[in-house]
Every structure is written in structure tokens, then in C-alpha cells.
């Protein structure tokens, strides 16, 4: 069984950082892909940022510039640094493998 969770999440004023957390634990055979999705209140999920094996990113447009993502392959980690947050940050944050296993979600919220 797989599982992830995601720490790191919570309130924030705007122009402040947050820095997201997930750990992938289980029976997984390989890892490529790593990321993480959002979901507001009333929207679909959105993709934010990915990483591949090769450390290969990807990022939403709205998040460039101000969103870092890593990951450490010898421990199953991904991270997402979030620099410059705005009010239309506010969502659900979620961690995948694969696409396929997914966290729990981290409740991350912007607002003075």
C-alpha cells in the first residue's frame, strides 16, 4: 500500500512564504513523476508544479517566479517552496506520484 502525506500547509498573510512537505511511503516500484495540484472552493483541480527523475520542472504560469519545487529521490520527498503568496493561493494542496497515488491534501490559506 502507498501512501503520501503532505505537511506544511496553514494561514498566511499575503507576501508571505509557505513551504509544502510530502513523503511517499510503500510499495512503489519506480517514481517519475512528482508534483502537486490545488483545489479551491468551487474550482477543479489544477496542476501547480512537477518534477521528473531528471529533475525536470514544470509550473503553472500563475505560480512562476514565485513557486519552487524539489524533491529528494533517497528519501521519497517532494517539496513545493511558495514565495510571494497571493489570496488566489488559497486551496487544497495536493501531493501525487505518478499521477496515480495521492495525498490527503494540506489546507493552505492567504489572507490578512
Known amino acids: 500500500q502507498v501512501q503520501l502525506v503532505e505537511s506544511g500547509g496553514g494561514l498566511v498573510q499575503p507576501g508571505g512564504s509557505l513551504r509544502l512537505s510530502c513523503a511517499a511511503s510503500?510499495?512503489?516500484?519506480?517514481?517519475?513523476?512528482m508534483g502537486w495540484y490545488r483545489q479551491a472552493p468551487g474550482k477543479q483541480r489544477e496542476l501547480v508544479a512537477s518534477?521528473?527523475?531528471?529533475?525536470?520542472?514544470n509550473y503553472a504560469d500563475s505560480v512562476k517566479g514565485r513557486f519552487t519545487i524539489a524533491r529528494d529521490n533517497a528519501k521519497n520527498m517532494v517539496y513545493l517552496q511558495m514565495n510571494s503568496l497571493k489570496p488566489e493561493d488559497t486551496a487544497v494542496y495536493y501531493c501525487?506520484?505518478?499521477?496515480?497515488?495521492w495525498g490527503q491534501g494540506t489546507q493552505v490559506t492567504v489572507s490578512s
Open positions: 501525487h506520484v505518478n499521477l496515480i497515488y
Open positions: 510503500g510499495r512503489i516500484s519506480s517514481i517519475n513523476v
Open positions: 518534477i521528473t527523475g531528471r529533475t525536470m520542472t
